[in-house]
């Protein structure tokens, strides 16, 4: 419900669609009943995403999206360090391009969107709906726990 939301987001974003079919493994913890560790994978109609995230392993945060021609590899990419640039890795056959980020704090980023959108009377960047789209994909996970 936390930390997963993430990963389902940026498969969204990337595939521009839902998931046609989603499977996953989910532990819920004994005494609190929240989820612990999750494995998911989502079948789109052109690729498919697979992730597993948890709030109780020792912190790691990568993504690799693999194409037909090149692949891209990024360490922490949801929420990168706010004191140092964050690289994004283009590999394509035998070449490495890096992209650098500069430091920011998304956090803080977002909510100066989201007030900047409400008091220029404009549009969020983000909609509700997405929010919506994910939610229904993280209980579509959780019921197949």
């Keep these: ?22 499977q996953s493994i989910t532990k819920i913890h004994p005494e609190y009943g929240v989820d612990i560790l999750s494995s998911g994978l989502l079948d789109f109609e052109s690729g498919t995403s697979t992730f597993t995230c948890s ?4 912190g790691l945060q990568h993504v690799q999206i693999m194409g037909t021609i090149a692949r891209i590899e990024m360490n922490m990419p ?9 690289e994004l890795y283009v590999y394509s056959g035998d070449t490495v391009e890096t992209i650098r980020f500069a430091p920011c704090n998304h956090y803080t980023i977002q909510g100066d969107l989201f007030a900047k959108s409400i008091l ?3 549009d969020v960047p983000t909609h ?14 959780l019921e197949n726990k």
Excluded: H, W
Excluded at 3 to 18: A, P, Q, T
Excluded at 55 to 58: D, E, I, L, S, T
Excluded at 78 to 86: G, K, Y
Excluded at 128 to 141: C, G, R, Y
């Design 78 to 86: 949801f929420n990168p360090p706010v004191d140092r640039e964050t």
């Design 55 to 58: 709030m109780q392993c020792a």
């Design 120 to 122: 220029d009377n404009t």
């Design 1 to 22: 419900m936390d930390v997963g939301c993430y990963n389902i987001s940026l498969s969204r974003f990337l595939f521009d669609k839902n998931p046609d079919q989603v």
């Design 128 to 141: 509700l709906q997405d929010a919506v789209d994910n939610m229904k994909i993280i209980d579509s996970i």
